[in-house]
């Protein structure tokens, strides 16, 4: 059973669009991050959710919004999307907040036309 | 969060280790060291970590000095399919986590050849 599961895998979409990505984790983890990995591969956290309520949001554009309906999913939803929102988006969760042994879900890439 | 600096590349022969270095110069006495690993295509996937000990698993072993300024990854017996980036993060582990940022640097691209 995959531990940090992601869907879509790939997405495809015009400008302007708006899309959701899905996360679950079946690790009984109390914490959830979202990283976006751009073209030159930075890994840069965006979201992190504790028990459901965010604790970190990483001056993303509030065009993203995450949304965490209990700590076992975090999904983001990205309203008009941009050109430069092409990325691979990665879902990670944690066994509880400040622990640094991440899961990570395969990423989902994203393609704005 | 003591900062980390890494080689931006390097390669290997496969069967042979692979030694990854990695420097934290400023890290403090309850600073955990932690390895991820990202094979492309891939979302990260966490190695191994310690604090002062040297430590080993089924994956790697990391080697910490004596003054914990730095530390080297090995793979003791580099295959093809360790072909990836290799990031390295120091973090106090259990601190408050509310202004925690887990942070990935740029990592090492670890090539292994045949």
């Known amino acids: 059973d995959t531990a940090v599961s992601q869907t879509p895998k790939y997405l495809v979409t015009q400008m302007g669009n708006d899309k959701s990505i899905k996360c679950e984790q079946n690790l009984g983890h109390d914490t959830m991050y979202w990283y976006k990995q751009d073209s030159k591969k930075f890994l840069k956290i965006m979201f992190s959710?504790?028990?459901?309520?965010?604790?970190i949001n990483e001056t993303v554009p509030n065009r993203f919004s995450p949304k965490s309906p209990d700590k076992a999913h975090l999904n983001l939803h990205i309203n008009s999307l941009e050109l430069g929102d092409s990325a691979v988006y990665f879902c990670a969760s944690s066994q509880r907040q400040g622990n640094e042994k991440l899961f990570f879900g395969s990423g989902t890439q994203l393609s704005v036309l | 969060d003591a900062k980390t600096t890494q080689p931006p590349s390097m390669d290997c022969a496969e069967g042979r280790a692979a030694n990854l270095p990695c420097n934290h110069s400023?890290?403090?006495?309850?600073?955990?060291v932690y390895w991820y690993r990202q094979i492309h295509s891939q979302g990260p996937q966490y190695i191994i970590h310690g604090l002062k000990n040297n430590e080993t698993n089924e994956m790697a072993s990391l080697i910490i000095t004596e003054d914990r300024k730095s530390s080297t990854l090995i793979l003791p017996h580099a295959t093809l399919r360790d072909t990836a980036v290799y990031y390295c993060?120091?973090?106090?582990?259990?601190?408050?986590?509310?202004?925690?940022?887990?942070?990935f640097g740029r990592g090492t691209s670890l090539i292994v050849h045949p």
């Open positions: 400023t890290i403090s006495g309850n600073e955990y």
């Open positions: 993060i120091v973090r106090v582990v259990g601190a408050s986590g509310g202004s925690y940022i887990p942070t």
């Open positions: 959710y504790n028990n459901k309520e965010l604790i």
